[in-house]
């Protein structure tokens, strides 16, 4: 056996698109013998999988199928076949699903095992989700462009081996080489869900192999692989040269492999050879001329040569095999001392030539890297060979012969890598050489060389020129492979012929498998151990490399050419490949690689025109379509997603809501018949209409989701018949953990009348304090009258809303537009929010990496301060909020005593506790590292910030500091106001201090100053605000762009060091100039507090102003993204990337940093020279920063308050012992002896507490009941407190479930004072009235009972101290109440023989002996209630169960009703005069007197979008992040936005008559809104409030040639948007009815 992957069956994707809309995704691997499914949510496109049998694991595609259909065909909308999965993204209103529809088996049976499929036809499937939040025109084009992204042909993967890396690679298959991975970022949402192996790691570039040999020969095996790294990826003249992230254009790695098959059971000898090819690494590019001239090449004015180094420096980590105990099989044998890079440039350097002056640059560039000094263990050595011009003056056949005499001593320098597969392990003691082994194949690596360095090969775009060396090149090596491995390709060997020459000596070395010897007379003999035969004659007699030597012809007539021709066909296919992939064409000039057969004369005839008509073909596809390939390539690898699709989430919302969430109580409906309404909350049941009675005055319902979660949006699908004025027109929403924490969350939000089947969405703030919402104004604006002035910069009077991940039950009260008029009708309910992936936590099994921060860095503590940081690190937060340490917050008291596993009452090993000291990264450690190197912009530094303490300050010393900070800078101000950057230095003191705005306004009030003197969005004009929102906007931009190129350099390089200049350097209050040698200046003041002590860094070394010359010190220098903004915007430059620029090259498009090359990176500009408006961007843009810090530092306290709700103790080292497989298995043997075969229906997450529970202090939360048994610590349980003599539980279960009993588990049994009474209730309603008693149990008879005395079995089988109440018959039911009760006297019991019994282990070691009661106070009489955990047991029904449909007459009397026509209808009110204000946020509408009475207003739902960046990062999370962050910023704070009407009165005063909460639906959606009453006025005002700084217009419809003169997007224009509208007959109006209809 080669592999222990037998692919019994090939990988079958099957894509079921049902009537209803749902799609779901059945995958049999060819590595697993089971069958899973997937399902996309329709709403929001999330993947969702249980992993539980028989709901989405079963056992064949079939079964599955059937289970998903019913076992009915005629369920199935569509249905589509793959072969496998290549990626997936849920991208706002579609699903793309990438799959690979025909494969072809490329390269079969690699030396070990595995396959390499090349994607011939690929899918994709489009799936239209339900999701309304608005997109631009921009992003719905993208992603169609995104699905003609060239696939076919020109992909391949492997499902079993790990091929990013040189072969064999010692890597699993699940930790490639990100660099070459090109569908990493479509592949996370599987990782997300726990099935990575399901979407296969997708290589761009050539894969393919050919047989060969002839009579009497060794058969072998040649494969070429070719990896395009994506780097660096584009379009020809889009992606030239080196990048921001260190690589160069069309970057491709090669890799030759020979072997030779064997049966099954023997070794495999094989050979690889690698070597690269791509553009010269400097910062260079061509710009296309209108002619059809050559285009004119340039090279960067400024540093040219930045990031050379950081490339070889990747090449040379990358290819040094010196570490290992094997050695290049032309190097020496001794250990080579460097590393060799060779590089092979192909380019013209004659006189005249347009690429000589690449060839100058390029020796130049390699002297400035050996300068540098970064290399010191790497020898790079450039070889010029002009290529053309030889050919041109010598011919193909010299040319060929003179790159053969270059290319001989790199070649034999850095030699090949030579090895066996060994089929079984146990063969390890013959080799000789380094051994590795995996688990994805079952023999043994054994390398007995290895090749150390690498040759590159390159032209002006690594393509013809670069195609057709590299093939010469390899083919001597493919020669010398094959005699290495012991098959010759002489041609005189064939005929019998034996070479003269013995080359002064030289033996060569045996094959592999062969032996030397000698017989009794002295003779040699060799011996093939491989086919068990013997010869005189040695099997490689030939020198080494003996064809470098030999002249064209005489290569060609020695040596046999049917290998040779299948070599070169393979590097034909690989050309073309290439070229295609970077410009759009095949490869030109390719007849010379068949000069070695007879066809290559007959190629060269028509290879003139055929050239010509590749030259047109590229020409146009470089100026008419290169742009939009760029863009494809970059969404396709997941770079640039803030820009081409900045609206788009892209960890879209969960759907809490779906079954098994249940309705906790009936929603009412007129017809009987129907079920208790889990119709609203199933897409299968979309298009329902759910009439409520006419005579409920409100419809109030009780939803218990299916996952306690973070709840961020409530989205409602308005239904109705032909009237509209059914469907409600206001909602009230409150949530919390169970019923009795239901919290007001939002009141009176305005549902308008749409078009029946219309999605609107409502965001959601947590519950907002009372005291916040009358101090910030953000309330009190609302219901003002008096318009404010909107913050468009940030919202300066943020109010926060609580946020709890524990949040289980939502209650909606709706309320009808006229009450009890008309009957109310509802449509499908989503509650969307975020969950935690308790799985994870539970298990420890692959843990998100983005939840341990909060695991095991966050304390509990409310005061917890995230910005309490060492403020000698500003601006690079990577410095000054996560590098520092602070104190732990106090914990409450947990034994620090040996961990035991509940059910198996072993103990285990515990991992490290929590210290006195943890890092404080609540922003997401690294934060904003990556600025570090800005797109090289230069490092960072710190400065001397607020504070030198690090002692965590609580509310009131922040408050404290805050006052002090504010008298210092704005008292002394008496009669005059706060300029700008005064006013946002003193935002940055509250923030750094962790105040809301609340608690900052209560602070100002406090001292008697008014919150709006110090608002910076009122200390601007119009036009200054509006010039600084485009500049800040352009700063978001390229700090992200900074930060990507920062992560994606970093692959196969350790991060650099840190600039010494921070991307935004903001000073504080107190800054002052260090002084010094400083000539600038620029922040001389009054030292804060008075002091008067020199500044710390004083003594640093100034830095030169790139402007004037002068000396500078750091705190009076710029941020680094000054350099950015100058060279952006302010200098004229753009960049190579969009085919004009002079400059760089880096991924295509203005935004990135090689458009900034007109001022140097790594520059430093003094404040006094640069612009105002650039320092204001600045301390904008950090500001917006801290804002985004403090929220996610808000969700760490979130997660790690319920983190240890449930677990109860610190995670921090207790993960450790639990993901132990050997515990595992034990914890889930023992439970199933607990369980006896049946199910546990209530386990956390899936069942939780409807109600609060008593507990006693210092006990583990109730919800610890319900965790999984391995969880939590030895000594923690539930008590309840001792005052208590009974308390209930009411359990909802996981879902519909036929419960037979309930077992306690106790932490150390029950004494007779403490053996409770136990009754249980069961029912699907909250009702207590509704639930029926099961039975009563009392235990106090059992415990003189000799079975329960009995000494604790030795066996290994026990399980825990535990109560097993048995039903008489089960029962079907939602909810189980269980009473606790202590025992009284007199109290009655039931048959324990058939009703329950009652098993112990051994006396827990830590308790009281001689005790009476089990557990409680200090006073053994003191007993309690007590448990550990309580388990439900039964059977689970599988699917959605209840959901009805009307039948019969029902649905007739239904139908007749909804198509029943209103008695009014709307009627658009003519406009005398209408006039826009205030940047189009104001409308004024002007009436006719005669005007009818005024009912309401239509209003079409805005285009403008939320983007998701909207400053530079405040930590790195990428794209290709498995675990991506937990709740965005936009769903912490939601923005909102609120329409106020005004009417003139007859006192010709304007007065507010009505405010209405916009939901988000589609832009241009018809929305309908009543007033309170009818009105009859001449004068309507509408006036756009809210977060309007949030909405921005699609930066595809935006000349971003300048700064747009409005701050406002124009999407939120109330231009041609509203129209009024009264209620009339429409009988009464005949004809004209149809004319004025709104």
Request: hydrophobic share 35%; glycine share 8%; proline share 6%.
């Amino acid at each position: 056996m080669e592999s222990p992957v037998i692919d019994s069956r090939d990988t079958s994707v099957v894509v079921v698109t049902l009537d209803s809309g749902e799609v779901h995704i059945v995958v049999s691997l060819s590595s697993r013998s089971d069958t899973q499914v997937i399902y996309v949510d329709p709403t929001t496109g999330v993947l969702r999988y249980k992993g539980m049998l028989c709901e989405d694991v079963f056992n064949s595609e079939r079964e599955a199928l059937d289970f998903i259909t019913n076992g009915s065909r005629l369920m199935w909308k569509s249905i589509n076949y793959a072969k496998a999965i290549l990626g997936y993204a849920a991208l706002g209103s579609f699903g793309l699903l990438l799959v690979a529809t025909k494969l072809s088996r490329s390269i079969p049976d690699l030396p070990g095992g595995g396959s390499i499929y090349t994607v011939l036809e690929s899918q994709w499937i489009k799936i239209s989700l339900h999701s309304p939040q608005p997109q631009g025109k921009g992003e719905v084009k993208n992603i169609q462009e995104l699905t003609e992204v060239d696939i076919d042909g020109k992909h391949y993967f492997c499902e079993h081996r790990d091929i990013t890396r040189p072969f064999p690679s010692q890597d699993p298959l699940d930790k490639p080489d990100n660099e070459f991975v090109w569908n990493g970022w479509l592949s996370v949402p599987f990782k997300y869900i726990g099935l990575p192996q399901h979407c296969v790691i997708l290589l761009q570039g050539f894969a393919e192999c050919r047989s060969f040999g002839s009579l009497g020969q060794k058969e072998g095996i040649i494969a070429l692989i070719a990896r395009r790294s994506r780097l660096h990826p584009g379009t020809r003249y889009l992606a030239r040269g080196i990048n921001s992230c260190f690589s160069t254009g069309n970057e491709v790695e090669c890799e030759q492999v020979v072997w030779v098959p064997r049966k099954t059971g023997q070794s495999v000898p094989f050979s690889t050879y690698i070597w690269r090819r791509g553009t010269i690494p400097i910062w260079w590019g061509a710009e296309l001329k209108i002619t059809a001239a050559e285009a004119e090449i340039y090279v960067a004015e400024h540093e040219p040569y930045r990031g050379s180094a950081q490339y070889y420096k990747r090449l040379s980590k990358r290819y040094d095999t010196r570490k290992f105990g094997v050695f290049s099989t032309g190097g020496n044998q001794k250990g080579n001392s460097l590393v060799p890079i060779y590089c092979i440039n192909l380019l013209k350097y004659g006189e005249g030539k347009s690429e000589s002056i690449l060839v100058q640059h390029f020796e130049e560039s390699l002297n400035y890297v050996r300068s540098s000094g970064q290399l010191l263990d790497t020898k790079i050595v450039l070889i010029n060979y002009d290529w053309h011009g030889t050919v041109k003056l010598r011919g193909e056949q010299l040319t060929i012969e003179g790159l053969w005499k270059l290319l001989k001593a790199p070649t034999i320098s850095i030699g090949t890598s030579e090895g066996d597969y060994l089929p079984s392990r146990q063969q390890l003691s013959d080799c000789r050489g380094e051994v590795f082994y995996t688990d994805e194949y079952v023999g043994a690596f054994c390398l007995r060389t290895r090749q150390n360095g690498v040759l590159r090969f390159n032209c002006a775009d690594s393509l013809d020129r670069t195609n057709a060396a590299s093939y010469f090149g390899s083919l001597q090596v493919f020669v010398e492979q094959c005699r290495r491995l012991g098959i010759s390709l002489d041609s005189d060997m064939s005929f019998g012929y034996q070479p003269v020459d013995n080359y002064g000596g030289y033996i060569a070395p045996l094959p592999p498998g062969w032996e030397k010897r000698s017989d009794g007379a002295g003779r040699t003999l060799f011996i093939d151990h491989n086919t068990k035969t013997t010869s005189w004659n040695h099997p490689c007699p030939d020198k080494p490399w003996k064809r470098f030597d030999m002249s064209f012809e005489e290569f060609k007539r020695s040596t046999i050419l049917s290998p040779i021709s299948q070599l070169a066909g393979l590097f034909l296919l690989a050309g073309d490949i290439h070229a295609t992939l970077y410009t759009g064409s095949k490869a030109m000039h390719s007849q010379i690689l068949s000069i070695f057969t007879e066809e290559g004369g007959k190629f060269k005839q028509f290879s003139a025109a055929q050239n010509m008509k590749i030259t047109l073909q590229r020409r146009y596809k470089n100026t008419i379509v290169d742009s939009s390939r760029q863009k494809q390539l970059e969404m396709f690898i997941g770079i640039r997603l803030f820009k081409h699709l900045p609206s788009i989430p892209l960890y879209p919302l969960h759907v809490l809501s779906r079954p098994p969430a249940c309705f906790l109580k009936p929603v009412p409906n007129i017809f009987p018949s129907t079920s208790d309404g889990l119709n609203l909350l199933s897409v299968k049941r979309k298009e329902l209409i759910w009439v409520c009675p006419q005579e409920a005055n409100v419809v109030e319902v009780f939803l218990y989701l299916s996952e306690p979660c973070h709840v961020c949006e409530l989205l409602l699908t308005v239904s109705h018949g032909s009237d509209d004025l059914t469907s409600p027109s206001t909602v009230d929403v409150r949530y919390g953990r169970d019923l009795d924490g239901l919290k007001l969350v939002l009141e009176g939000a305005s549902i308008p009348q749409c078009a029946n089947g219309t999605n609107i969405v409502i965001p959601l703030l947590g519950p907002v304090s009372s005291e916040d919402m009358a101090v910030t104004g953000a309330g009190a604006r609302l219901a003002s009258s008096e318009a404010s002035h909107p913050s468009l910069l940030y919202d300066f009077e943020e109010l926060e809303g609580e946020l709890d991940f524990l949040t289980r039950v939502v209650a909606l009260t709706f309320y009808p537009p006229i009450s009890g008029k008309t009957p109310i009708t509802l449509g499908e309910i989503e509650v969307l929010g975020v969950s935690l992936p308790w799985k994870g936590v539970f298990t420890a099994d692959d843990l998100p990496a983005g939840l341990s921060p909060y695991q095991r860095e966050k304390g509990v503590n409310d005061n917890y301060n995230p910005f309490s940081i060492d403020l000698d690190a500003n601006g690079d937060l990577g410095s000054s909020i996560s590098g520092k340490k602070v104190p732990t917050p106090v914990q409450a008291a947990v034994p620090s005593s040996n961990w035991l596993d509940l059910l198996t009452g072993e103990s285990i090993e515990p991992g490290p506790m929590p210290q006195a000291e943890v890092h404080n990264s609540e922003i997401g450690g690294d934060l904003l590292g990556f600025l570090d190197h800005a797109g090289n912009q230069g490092p960072t530094v710190t400065d001397n910030r607020l504070f030198q303490s690090q002692d965590i300050k609580s509310s009131t010393g922040g408050v404290k500091e805050y006052i002090e900070f504010v008298k210092f800078v704005a008292l002394p101000k008496t009669g005059g106001e706060l300029n700008f950057i005064e006013a946002m230095k003193l935002e940055i003191v509250r923030l750094r201090l962790n105040l809301s705005a609340a608690e900052r306004d209560r602070a100002l009030l406090s001292i008697g100053i008014d919150p709006a003197s110090i608002n910076p969005n009122l200390l601007l004009d119009d036009h200054s605000i509006a010039r600084l929102c485009g500049v800040s906007n352009s700063l978001a931009v390229l700090g992200q762009t900074a930060a990507e190129d920062k992560v994606t350099a970093s692959i196969g390089l350790e991060n650099g060091n840190g600039s010494t200049i921070d991307f935004w350097n903001v000073t504080g209050i107190e800054d002052t100039c260090l002084g010094g040698m400083c000539e600038v200046r620029a922040e001389e003041k009054k030292s804060f507090r008075g002091s008067s002590s020199k500044p710390s860094g004083a003594s640093e070394s100034p830095f030169i102003c790139s402007d004037c010359q002068r000396k500078v010190c750091r705190v009076c220098c710029a941020g680094s993204g000054a350099i950015l903004l100058t060279g952006n915007y302010f200098k004229g430059s753009s960049g190579v990337n969009n085919g004009s620029g002079r400059g760089g090259s880096s991924h295509g498009n203005s935004a990135d940093l090689g458009a900034s090359q007109s001022v140097s990176p790594d520059a430093v500009v003094c404040k006094q020279c640069c612009r105002d408006i650039i320092l204001y961007a600045l301390s904008l843009d950090y500001v917006r920063v801290l804002i985004s810090s403090r929220r996610s530092a808000l969700v760490a306290s979130a997660v790690r308050k319920a983190l240890d709700r449930v677990v109860g103790f610190s995670l921090d080292g207790s993960l450790a012992g639990r993901g132990q497989p050997s515990n595992r298995s034990r914890t889930d043997k023992t439970l199933r002896q607990l369980l006896n075969g049946q199910e546990s229906l209530a386990e956390f997450p899936l069942a939780s507490f409807l109600h609060s529970v008593e507990t006693a202090a210092g006990a583990a939360h109730p919800l610890s009941l319900l965790a999984p048994p391995d969880s939590g610590a030895q000594h923690s349980y539930w008590r309840a407190p001792s005052s208590c003599d009974a308390v209930e539980f009411a359990i909802v279960l996981s879902n519909l479930s036929d419960v037979s009993g309930v077992i306690l588990v106790s932490p150390s049994g029950y004494s007779d004072v403490d053996a409770p009474t136990v009754q249980v209730w069961a029912s699907n309603k909250i009702s207590k009235e509704e639930r029926s008693c099961v039975g009563k149990w009392d235990t106090q008879s059992l415990l003189a009972s000799s079975e329960l005395n009995r000494p604790a079995k030795s066996d290994g089988n026990n399980v825990p101290r535990h109560l097993k109440i048995a039903f008489r018959n089960s029962v079907r039911c939602r909810m189980i109440w269980l009473t606790l009760r202590l025992p009284r006297t007199g109290s009655s019991s039931v048959n324990f023989g058939t009703d329950f019994n009652l098993l112990s282990l051994d006396e827990n070691p830590f308790s009281q002996p001689n005790r009476r009661a089990s557990s409680g106070g200090a006073d053994s009489r003191d007993p309690c209630l007590h448990a550990r955990r309580i388990f439900v047991v039964g059977t689970l029904l599988k699917g959605e169960i209840g959901l009805t449909s009307l039948e019969g007459p029902d649905y007739l009397k239904l139908k007749s009703w909804l198509e029943r026509p209103p008695k009014m209808n709307r009627f658009k009110v003519p406009i005398e005069v209408e006039r826009l204000m205030d940047n189009d946020l104001v409308l004024e509408q002007f009436l006719s007197p005669a005007s009818p009475l005024l009912a309401g207003f239509r209003l079409d739902a805005f285009s403008a979008i939320k983007p998701r960046a909207t400053h530079s990062p405040s930590s790195i999370v990428t794209n290709w992040d498995p675990w991506p962050p937990l709740l965005e910023d936009r769903h912490v704070n939601p923005a909102v936005l609120y329409i106020q009407v005004s009417i003139l009165q007859e006192s010709h005063s304007m007065v507010t008559i009505a405010e209405y909460r916009l939901p988000v639906a589609k832009p241009g959606t018809a929305m309908y809104f009543d007033f309170p009453r009818q009105i009859q006025t001449q004068r309507v005002s509408f006036r756009l409030l809210g977060d309007i700084a949030a909405f921005r217009d699609d930066p595809s419809e935006v000349d971003d040639s300048d700064f747009r003169s409005s701050p406002v997007a124009a999407g939120l224009s109330l231009s041609n948007r509203i129209k009024l509208y009264y209620y009339g007959d429409p009988y009464e109006l005949g004809k004209w009815a149809s004319l004025s209809a709104v």
